[in-house]
Nanobody, 126 residues
Framework: QVQLVESGGGLVQAGGSLMLSCAAS????????MAWFRRAPGKEREFVAA????????LYADSVKGRFTISRDNANNTVHLHMNSLKPEDTAVYYC???????????????????WGQGTQVTVFL
């Protein structure tokens, strides 16, 4: 069982930056691929970014490429999402996810992740 707790959400003006963090309870954190998803009001949940077990591979949604960076700290069981040049359309609840099948997760943004956090709200205003 893996428990995930997101933090770092909040209000930010368009063009600004925000960093989300996800703390994982798993003692074997480094064996999980980690990812961020988001759900905007009235929309389905969508993939944002993923990172492999050791952080050597990453995958991004086209909508965030060049603006968002996913990173992980296996020593501290955390994964981060650095968000720059934020836009109002980035407004959503952001969820952290974990899955043991790292190769499949990093090949497919539609991969079904096994564990999920509760989410943190990000609101971008003009």
């Amino acid at each position: 069982q893996v428990q995930l707790v997101e933090s770092g959400g909040g209000l930010v003006q368009a063009g600004g930056s925000l960093m989300l963090s996800c703390a994982a309870s798993a003692r074997t954190f480094s064996t999980y691929a980690m990812a961020w998803f988001r759900r905007a009001p009235g929309k389905e949940r969508e993939f944002v970014a993923a990172i492999s077990r050791k952080g050597r591979s990453t995958l991004y949604a086209d909508s965030v490429k060049g603006r968002f960076t996913i990173s992980r700290d296996n020593a501290n069981n955390t994964v981060h999402l650095h968000m720059n040049s934020l836009k109002p359309e980035d407004t959503a609840v952001y969820y952290c996810a974990a899955d043991p099948d790292s190769p499949r997760a990093l090949m497919n943004p539609k991969h079904q992740y096994h564990y999920w956090g509760q989410g943190t709200q990000v609101t971008v205003f003009l």
